[in-house]
Nanobody, 127 residues
Framework: QLVESGGGSVQPGGSLKLSCAVSRFTLDDYAIAWFRQAPGKEREGVACASWTASTRHYGDSVRGRFTISRDNTNIKKPVYLQMNSLKPEDTAVYYC????????????????????WGLGTQVTVSS
């Protein structure tokens, strides 16, 4: 099971760093993506990183502000989402998901391409 952490409340313009790891073992050697779902809205793709993070994709609304990264030197092989310049519209539950392939899927934000999901972590951006 994937486990997200690092969510919380922050003021506009602030930063948060989310982490994704497997509860008992290590993440497999597959692409990992972050999605988010705001109240009353559909879940949307935020970012995806291939197994080596040599390929990364970002949603239009977060490009330039968010960075996805992986630490494959860590025994748990966590995946991070650094979120800077946060806006109220970034408020959502953030989920990490593991793909079935080493590279991000051709349509990287297509949810059906992801096999395992975490339960999510809440991010609230408010003054």
């Amino acid at each position: 099971q994937l486990v997200e952490s690092g969510g919380g409340s922050v003021q506009p313009g602030g930063s948060l760093k989310l982490s994704c790891a497997v509860s008992r073992f290590t993440l497999d050697d597959y692409a990992i993506a972050w999605f988010r779902q705001a109240p009353g809205k559909e879940r949307e793709g935020v970012a995806c990183a291939s197994w080596t993070a040599s390929t990364r994709h970002y949603g239009d609304s977060v490009r330039g502000r968010f960075t996805i990264s992986r630490d494959n030197t860590n025994i748990k092989k966590p995946v991070y989402l650094q979120m800077n310049s946060l806006k109220p519209e970034d408020t959502a539950v953030y989920y990490c998901a593991q793909a079935r392939t080493y590279d991000c899927p051709p349509v990287w934000d297509q949810q059906s391409e992801y096999e395992y999901w975490g339960l999510g972590t809440q991010v609230t951006v408010s003054s």
